[in-house]
């Protein structure tokens, strides 16, 4: 079993930047991958970002692209989300998510283990 833990989050201005971490505990491996998805109020849930625990690229949404950055530390077995130049379309329950085989990396479906999600809130 693979429990992942979100934190970070909360009220931000727009403009403004936030943090989030995702600490992932139990049997991972360094070919799993690791991403951020997101859900809005009334709409579907959507990728935003992810990355290898071991190395290789990170692809990002086309919405976050050059705003955000995610990141890994295999020693604290710990990925993150730096979101910069927040817009209130980035207002949503942020979600992270762990996979061993997803060769489509932006459905969540692929994705086998969650976090319990962590609010992101962008005021204009």
């Known amino acids: 079993q693979v429990q992942l833990a979100e934190s970070g989050g909360g009220v931000v201005q727009a403009g403004g930047s936030s943090r989030l971490s995702c600490a992932a505990s139990?049997?991972?491996?360094?070919?799993?991958?690791m991403a951020w998805f997101r859900q809005a109020p009334g709409k579907e849930r959507e990728f935003v970002a992810t990355i290898y625990w071991s190395s290789g690229p990170t692809y990002y949404a086309d919405s976050v692209k050059g705003r955000f950055t995610m990141s890994r530390d295999n020693a604290k077995n710990t990925v993150y989300l730096q979101m910069n130049s927040l817009k209130p379309e980035d207002t949503a329950v942020y979600y992270c998510?762990?996979?061993?085989?997803?060769?489509?990396?932006?459905?969540?479906?692929?994705?086998?283990?969650w976090g319990q999600g962590t609010q992101v809130t962008v005021s204009s």
């Open positions: 139990g049997r991972t491996s360094s070919n799993w991958r």
């Open positions: 998510a762990a996979c061993s085989y997803c060769p489509g990396y932006t459905t969540p479906g692929q994705y086998k283990y």
